[in-house]
């Protein structure tokens, strides 16, 4: 048996010892969940590095990817018409969804199969539409893609033949909104707005008259920092 002063001078040790052992233990659980943190964060950015590449691969390669894998760009498509719809939309196609269809002759249409006008206003039924906001990287090869930022528009040229259907798209790039439309009063109901982070297309045909035509973004103080560019019509 112990005297009444041994248990005070040995119960004390004994509770010391369990709190030292009590955090040991917390101090290697805590280790052990910082290492378990730190191999799934590795793998995390190993495998990000892994995407990242492969996309750069996919892109010097000419192939456009997301996070699901490559993205297959959508060719034109039929109008959708019916028994009352004019023949002339019957063999018409579209190249972006909500763009105006474009006939067998290559002239663009209005929804009711009417040549639009380029010198009407904007928005007018019978100018060029826009479409809603669609997806870049599904629309078709031939849409001449355009981006735009505070750096300007990328391209700021292209090039296209005299009268040709021709298919552009415009993505704001840097998350503010732009508004491209062209100087010449002949393509004076040719335009189209995004807003951030936005692509939008529009289908027109090209002034049968050869020449550089001047196109700006009207957003006040974006022209001034350099987003304008030019259509070359040969």
């Given at each position: ?171 704001s790039t840097d ?13 004076s109901s040719v ?44």
């Amino acid at each position: 048996m112990l005297s009444s002063r041994e248990e005070k001078t040995f119960m004390p040790n004994e509770v010391n010892s369990s709190q030292k052992s009590k955090k040991l233990f917390l101090a290697l659980g805590l280790v052990l969940i910082v290492v378990v943190l730190l191999v799934v964060w590795a793998s995390s950015s190993k495998k990000s590095m892994d995407q990242n590449n492969q996309a750069n691969e996919n892109q010097t390669a000419g192939e456009q990817t997301d996070e699901n894998g490559p993205v297959v760009p959508q060719e034109p498509t039929a109008v959708a018409v019916n028994s009352s719809s004019p023949e002339i939309l019957k063999t018409a196609k579209v190249v972006a969804p909500g763009a105006n269809p474009i006939s067998a002759a290559g002239k663009v249409l209005t929804p009711e199969g009417k040549p639009v006008k380029n010198d009407s206003l904007p928005m007018a039924p019978d100018a060029p539409r826009q479409t809603q906001p669609v997806d870049v990287k599904v629309l078709a090869k031939e849409v001449i893609k355009i981006g735009a930022s505070a750096a300007g528009f990328s391209p700021s040229s292209f090039t296209v033949k005299k009268g040709a259907p021709i298919t552009v798209s415009l993505t704001s790039t840097d998350g503010y909104t732009h508004v491209m439309v062209f100087n010449d009063a002949s393509l004076s109901s040719v335009a189209m707005g995004v807003a951030p982070g936005e692509t939008r297309v529009i289908s027109f045909n090209a002034p049968e008259k050869a020449g550089e035509y001047a196109f700006r973004c009207t957003v006040p103080g974006h022209e001034a920092r350099g987003e304008k560019g030019v259509m070359i019509v040969q």
